[in-house]
């Protein structure tokens, strides 16, 4: 294709309004314009779109443009639409058209006012499509998310694997790919792929300086820690990703009830409230969504202030992508993801299904991740090292925008390790992953070392005084530092470079940091940065209890009748002052705070002025009544005086496990009339023994109540008087 002569800055000023390039845009439009083929890497909010929107605009004839959703391209074509006075200046060619519209489309192409036409890759596999575009002038065609090409890609699609085939059968026409994550791996699998090694490369930075970037350990408090973060961004935007859409919608619930506006956004809602929850956080109707990854692509809102990731994702890919919503504009942009390596465990479990190379790819993934969550070492330079890009960690741009970065683990000497670690590279003959090196390290043996006569060598055993964990993170600092590298071919092989060479024959010192131990037990001081920890205040429980007793007799009802033990506690770590409040406490339902709740809050009120307490309001989270539909369930069905093995066998419960649900029906403060089922298992006498005996006793406890009567009654029998007793006793 000959070169054209075009005046870029007048053409951008013109279709787009803009007096000046952004990054490297003008290069890759000067290299489409040329007719060159073109490999575009740009992070999200790099302005990849304009690098083939502008030259399809000036260029003779129809560009195509490849793309993985359909809510992708119907933002594209509206954003292209605004900027011309033809309305078929950009067209959508996929499943969703009517015949009408289609003709429509070819009508517009043929006329030569459609400069886009935006196509899935089914579509183009379609001869009937094929021929059509083989009869008129085509620009070039241009790959947009162009990673989905690799099974490596975080969003591997086959049908992107056969583009290839498809593009030949239109001739001899510039292909353009462009992806905003991509790896060194994936970037070769692109270029191998659609056969374009020849193509004019432009990788800009994936370096977001204003993002910052935090792992924190997911505990029990998780939901706590979200609102009290978000509470920290009043009135701004933010996306929270969930796995699950069940994870979503609890989610999305626990922050309604909690005063935080908030939508859902997962592919179980039908389009209509798909497309309202997107406009709702655009016009900032809303200002949280939570979303399952169907969510974010090509949403183009500039002032989202937080990405937060309630479950760890599949790949640093999805995640650097995620993260990337944040901030587009320039401003401040949080990125905070909880890490459980149980969530790890988890999603390898979904794997198994899939066919061994799927498993292996994603195994290998999740390696990565778990490696980014768990190191100590400054996370931006971690995230641009998997991207294949080098940042100075003490000077480069941003270089303190981590949690690692700002809290720096103490660090050690590793010399001698490192040394130690490149010679069982080397004499491993470079064969082996992250995890072979270590068991040789260890001196520990599988069917793969064995078959390698591992255990012969020099290097085998000699770091078995570190743990396994220590080598892990050893080998991640060193990967980072250069001295190692992952082959590309056989991925996750670990090579040695020249540097490591060099290394080896001049040792130099190496400071290295041990990794997080995220583990469950991990401290949760992170979390509750306020005087109130995740320890009940033993004088105010003492005070409640003593509160508790003379309630009870005032009423004339034993003690744990008013309050169990655990709604104390409870009351003693969240300072509830009001009955609302009273009755988010574990165990108090509304009505049991209105029954018993005012002399307790009046308590805790003088307690919390009198001794100056900060109260965790962040930690008196509503609850949503999770697993209410199942109380629910209970409650209507008892009111119809079903049978209780009827109910249990109803939803999969064993008899244990509906009695449980039952008892903390009643302790929260709802009636529950079983007279109909007791009466045809006890007599008169019977329950009126069992009646006074709670009427009299210290306290609830089944094991107590069977010691008393001495096998006379089973803990079936026992715990359903313990439900009566309770319902007609405290409620």
């Known amino acids: 294709m000959k070169s054209i002569e075009i005046d870029l800055h007048k053409e951008l000023k013109k279709y787009f309004g803009f007096s000046q390039f952004k990054g490297l845009q003008e290069q890759v439009v000067g290299s489409i314009i040329s007719g060159n083929n073109t490999f575009v890497i740009m992070p999200t909010g790099g302005g990849k779109s304009l690098c083939y929107q502008l030259p399809a605009l000036v260029l003779e004839g129809t560009a195509i443009v490849v793309s993985p959703l359909i809510a992708l391209m119907k933002n594209q074509v509206d954003a292209i639409r605004s900027l011309s006075s033809e309305i078929g200046v950009a067209h959508v060619l996929n499943s969703s058209l009517t015949k009408t519209e289609i003709t429509q489309v070819k009508e517009d192409i043929k006329k030569g006012i459609t400069k886009l036409l935006y196509v899935a890759p089914e579509s183009l596999t379609k001869e009937e499509y094929v021929e059509f575009l083989n009869s008129v002038p085509l620009s070039f065609i241009a790959i947009d998310e ?140 809303v200002n949280v969504v939570v979303a399952t990854i169907a969510f974010g692509m090509g949403i183009d809102k500039p002032d989202v202030r937080f990405v937060i990731h309630h479950d760890i994702p599949k790949s640093l890919e999805s995640y650097y992508q995620e993260t990337g919503r944040a901030g587009r504009d320039g401003g401040e942009g949080f990125c905070l993801a909880y890490y459980s390596y149980k969530d790890i465990e988890k999603l390898e479990k979904f794997m198994a299904g899939k066919p061994l190379a799927e498993q292996e790819i994603g195994f290998a993934l999740l390696q990565e991740v778990v490696a980014y969550s768990e190191t100590s070492m400054s996370r931006r330079k971690f995230l641009l090292h998997y991207f294949g890009e080098e940042f100075d960690g003490v000077n480069g741009e941003g270089a303190d925008m981590d949690d690692n970065s700002r809290n720096p683990k103490s660090q ?220 629910l369930f209970i409650i209507q069905s008892v009111d119809r005086k079903l049978s209780l093995e009827d109910i249990a066998s109803t939803k999969s419960l064993d008899m244990s496990s509906l009695l449980k649900e039952m008892e903390q029906i009643v302790y929260s403060g709802t009636k529950l009339n079983i007279n109909y089922w007791i009466d045809d298992l006890l007599d008169d006498d019977q329950q009126e023994e069992i009646k006074d005996y709670f009427m009299d006793a210290k306290n609830d406890s089944i094991e107590s109540a069977l010691d008393e009567f001495d096998g006379d009654y089973d803990i079936e029998e026992l715990r359903l008087m313990r439900i009566k007793f309770i319902s007609e006793v405290a409620n």
């Open 146 to 285: 162009a990673h989905c090409i690799s099974e490596w890609g975080h969003d591997f699609r086959p049908e992107y694997r056969n583009l290839r085939n498809t593009i030949r059968k239109l001739g001899d026409i510039p292909i353009i790919g462009l992806t905003a994550t991509a790896t060194p791996k994936v970037q070769e699998d692109i270029l191998k792929n659609l056969e374009i090694a020849n193509a004019n490369t432009f990788k800009a930075s994936f370096n977001r300086p204003n993002l910052y970037y935090e792992v924190r350990p997911k505990t029990k408090n998780i939901e706590s820690d979200i609102i009290k973060f978000i509470n920290q961004f009043k009135g701004k935007s933010g996306v929270i990703y969930c796995l699950s859409r069940k994870k979503v919608e609890e989610i999305t619930q626990v922050l309604q009830v909690n005063g935080i506006s908030a939508v859902a956004y997962h592919a179980g809602l039908d389009a209509k409230t798909r497309a309202k929850h997107q406009d709702m956080f655009l016009m900032e109707d």
């Open 412 to 631: 050690k000497e590793a010399k001698e390790q490192v040394v130690l670690l490149l010679k069982a590279v080397q004499e491993t003959k470079q064969v082996y992953k992250a995890k072979e090196i270590v068991l040789t390290l260890l001196g520990k043996v599988n069917a793969l070392l064995k078959s390698y006569k591992t255990d012969t060598l020099s290097a085998f055993a000699r770091g078995k005084e570190f743990d396994d964990k220590y080598w892990m993170a050893l080998i991640r600092q060193v990967l980072v530092s250069g001295l190692i590298a992952k082959d590309i071919e056989s991925y996750g092989v670990i090579r040695l470079t020249k540097k490591g060479e060099e290394f080896m024959n001049n040792p130099q010192s190496f400071l290295m940091t041990e990794d997080h131990n995220y583990d469950e037990t991990a401290d949760d001081s992170i979390i509750t940065n306020s005087k109130a920890s995740n320890a009940a205040d033993e004088v105010l429980v003492a005070m409640l209890k003593d509160l508790r007793k003379k309630v009870a007799k005032k009423m004339e009802v034993p003690p744990f009748v008013v309050f169990q033990d655990p709604s104390l506690e409870d009351m003693a770590l969240k300072y509830p002052i009001t009955l609302d409040e009273l009755a988010n406490v574990h165990g108090v339902s509304d009505g049991k705070a209105k029954k018993y709740g005012k002399d307790f809050v009046q308590l805790i009120k003088a307690y919390v002025e009198e001794n100056d307490i900060l109260r965790p309001d962040d930690l008196v989270v509503k609850s949503t009544g999770a697993n209410s539909a199942l109380k």
